[in-house]
């Protein structure tokens, strides 16, 4: 691997490696934090969680109580990102709502986890049932995949499923597609249609009405 010549850059990576934005995108607990860093430091790029962004900077409309999380004002975590990318150029972005922020343009990743592990990650980190439900309902259901390709366009959108791969694995799938070596791919997943999603479901179908 290390001794063959490096592939060309495409184009399109080429011409926006100064001004680039790139967001990764995913239901929580699909290692969106940890890849952000790893493709930033790959990068050279300056990376970005928008969360904390929105609330360190005020950026945030109300406090959801029942949910106990912060309505995010989109419009203006988008204006202050694109502030920031004037002064540093590149950009990775990291949240469940990043392909909400990034504008046109944008390199969108979706990260995926098979939902039955993405419940045992929620529980782990002390999530209350109605959160693990809503997010692995949404991993279920591709929500952020559908939102991002309904926003960016499928060219502009590739979906990873990280269930079995290492974070420097799917680094490099992702860095493969910004240089034009692997083609963007959506589709990648079908977890209603694996066996396990029998179980989940009827496990989603107890929480809702506890």
Known sequence: MFG???????????????????????????GKTTI??????????????????????GLVEEWDEERDT???????????????????GRLIIEGHYAHDVAPKGS????????????????EERGYDAGKVRENVEAELLDICLS???ETHGSGRVHEVDTTD?????????????LRGVRPPRIGVVDWLGRPEAKQLLEWLEDVSHR
Not at 4 to 28: C, W
């Open 4 to 30: 063959s010549p490096k592939p060309q850059i495409s184009s399109d990576y080429a011409e926006r490696r100064g001004r680039l934005i790139i967001a990764i995108t995913g239901s929580p607990g699909v």
């Open 36 to 57: 952000s860093h790893l493709l930033a430091e790959r990068l050279k790029a300056h990376h970005i969680d928008l969360s904390k962004l929105a609330l360190e900077e």
């Open 70 to 88: 912060a309505i995010v004002d989109i419009k203006a975590v988008k204006r202050r990102v694109e502030r920031l990318q004037r002064r540093y």
């Open 107 to 122: 390199w969108i990743f979706v990260l995926r986890r098979a939902p039955w592990r993405l419940r045992d990650e929620l």
């Open 147 to 149: 939102e991002a390709i």
């Open 165 to 177: 791969k290492t974070p420097q694995e799917i680094v490099e799938e992702i860095y493969e597609v």
